[in-house]
């Protein structure tokens, strides 16, 4: 009898071995904002251009952890994007659709998105399709003037 139980013990603990290995064969993604050394970015914009940001590491990726960002005056939007060059200019993509300022005169509009601990977005599209060594800007237009910064994880 014991020696019944001993076997289906040992069955037992080797299937819950093996779930757990397939488990850690699927992969765990860490958070690289909730690991990572979190930098700062200041953004200063005044006119309608495209700004580098953050500018580009061999091999690495850029993880947007936090973003507070002040539109002051006018109309316009920003939009944040990827690419290679100063400018972002070779192999462009958007990271974010338009972000709108209110075109009422004299109001600004402050957004804060992220609290650090999580990636809002990232220049890293995923295992299959990773593209480090990218630089991030800002395309902005329209009259109004963009300050704030970005808490950012590059690895």
Not at 46 to 74: D, E, M
Request: overall charge neutral.
């Amino acid at each position: 009898m014991f020696k019944r139980i001993g076997i289906g013990l040992v069955a037992a603990l080797i299937l819950v071995g093996a779930n757990f290995g397939s488990a850690r064969a699927q992969g765990y993604i860490p958070d690289h904002c909730l690991t990572g050394l979190h930098q700062n970015a200041v953004i200063n914009i005044s006119s309608a251009t495209t700004t580098s940001i953050i500018a580009p590491v061999t091999g690495a990726n850029i993880y947007l952890c936090h973003i507070f960002l002040n539109q002051a005056g006018g109309t316009g939007t920003v939009q944040f994007e990827y690419g290679t060059g100063s400018t972002c200019a070779t192999g462009l993509q958007a990271l974010t659709g338009l972000i709108t300022a209110n075109s009422t005169a004299g109001t600004t509009t402050n957004i804060s998105e992220g609290s650090g601990q999580g990636t809002l977005v990232s220049t890293n599209a995923g295992a299959g399709a990773m593209v480090p060594s990218q630089r991030l800007c800002i395309l902005s237009t329209g009259t109004i003037v963009q300050g704030g910064y970005l808490t950012f994880v590059q690895e």
